[in-house]
């Protein structure tokens, strides 16, 4: 049986390796701290590791790119997009409004907490209903309604998922609070040995990191040069700091091709040429938005 290493129960990690994997039999393990899903498969503790990467609202998630490129050297080997619905968690009668049942009363809400991404994809939500409350962070979505559950009366209320509701006994207060309806996850399955999907790809895609040479002028035209002429499609390119010097930057690109095409180790050789430093950081299975008709725990 695969061990999977993710966020806490209740996250959207959480729901978005239940859809990967459904009904195939795989060994969770929680970690609540992003590093510690990373290293846990570094250890050889799980066999693959599930990584938020991308969200539609707030764009990459940066702390988790730099893990992969600065920290470990485990390739990515599935990459799938999930739909982030966050709600309002808490306990009802708190906030009960005694005119109908089920209205709640904002007015009592002193705190909400969640994932700094989380909260930020329901800001507008917030300020319009409880501009008074206290914003506070949490580690993960699961662990802010963990936090609000051992808190009862204090008027707290989380950002979170209904499967991280259900896990801690709270109630869904209110649904699908986020800003944008359009809003997505990207997810990627790190791991040292491929995997075949149980949800057919869509399409194969390979992740590079390309570090420019210093003395170069033109040299990222020259790069991207390189695969527009052989009709390579990149469908994403993100400079991040090397972490070396001020202004130093690599480039992160997505090829929507599989590494062992002729064309794309063409492109590569030819970047190398130019005396640039190209990791590849995994050529996987794709799997596209329009196949994300997840059902969201009630």
Same mark, same amino acid.
């Given at each position: 049986?695969?061990?999977?290493?993710?966020?806490?129960?209740?996250?959207?990690?959480?729901?978005?390796?239940?859809?990967?994997?459904?009904?195939?039999?795989?060994?969770?393990?929680?970690? =609540? *701290?992003?590093?510690?899903?990373?290293?846990?498969?570094?250890?050889?503790?799980?066999?693959?590791?599930?990584?938020?990467?991308?969200?539609?609202?707030?764009?990459?998630?940066?702390?988790?790119?730099?893990?992969?490129?600065?920290?470990?050297?485990?390739?990515?080997?599935?990459?799938?997009?999930?739909?982030?619905?966050?709600?309002?968690?808490?306990?009802?009668?708190?906030?009960?409004?005694?005119? *109908?049942?089920?209205?709640?009363?904002?007015?009592?809400?002193? =705190?909400?907490?969640?994932?700094?991404?989380?909260?930020?994809?329901?800001?507008?939500?917030?300020?319009?209903?409880?501009?008074?409350?206290?914003?506070?962070?949490?580690?993960?979505?699961?662990?802010?309604?963990?936090?609000?559950?051992?808190?009862?009366?204090?008027?707290?209320?989380?950002?979170?998922?209904?499967?991280?509701?259900?896990?801690?006994?709270?109630?869904?207060?209110?649904?699908?609070?986020?800003?944008?309806?359009?809003?997505?996850?990207?997810?990627v399955l790190i791991g040292p040995r491929p995997l075949e999907p149980a949800i057919p790809a869509a399409q194969n895609k390979t992740s590079l990191l390309v570090t420019l040479p210093e003395d170069f002028p033109g040299a990222l035209h020259q790069v991207l040069s390189a695969f527009a002429w052989r009709?390579?499609?990149?469908?994403?390119?993100?400079?991040?700091?090397?972490? =070396?010097?001020?202004?130093?930057?690599?480039?992160?690109?997505?090829?929507?091709?599989?590494?062992?095409?002729?064309?794309? =180790?063409?492109?590569?050789?030819?970047?190398?040429?130019?005396?640039?430093?190209?990791r590849v950081l995994g050529s996987y299975p794709s799997l596209s938005f329009g196949e994300q008709k997840a059902e969201v725990p009630k």
């Open positions: 049986m695969k061990r999977i290493a993710l966020l806490p129960e209740g996250s959207v990690s959480h729901e978005a390796a239940l859809h990967l994997f459904g009904d195939e039999p795989v060994e969770l393990l929680h970690f =609540k *701290q992003i590093s510690d899903v990373f290293l846990a498969t570094v250890s050889g503790h799980s066999d693959y590791s599930v990584i938020p990467m991308e969200n539609t609202i707030e764009g990459s998630v940066s702390l988790h790119m730099d893990w992969l490129v600065h920290e470990v050297d485990i390739p990515m080997q599935i990459e799938w997009v999930y739909p982030s619905i966050q709600n309002l968690i808490g306990k009802r009668e708190e906030f009960q409004s005694g005119e *109908q049942p089920g209205d709640i009363d904002y007015s009592k809400v002193t =705190k909400v907490l969640s994932h700094p991404v989380a909260m930020a994809q329901c800001l507008q939500f917030i300020r319009s209903r409880m501009p008074r409350a206290e914003l506070e962070h949490a580690g993960s979505t699961s662990e802010a309604v963990e936090l609000v559950k051992k808190n009862p009366g204090q008027g707290w209320m989380a950002i979170g998922t209904a499967l991280g509701a259900k896990r801690y006994g709270l109630d869904v207060l209110a649904r699908q609070v986020t800003d944008h309806d359009n809003n997505y996850t990207r997810f009709k390579l499609n990149l469908s994403r390119i993100e400079s991040r700091p090397t972490k =070396k010097r001020l202004g130093n930057y690599y480039f992160i690109m997505d090829v929507l091709e599989s590494l062992d095409a002729v064309l794309l =180790k063409s492109a590569i050789g030819e970047i190398e040429a130019l005396g640039c430093q190209v």
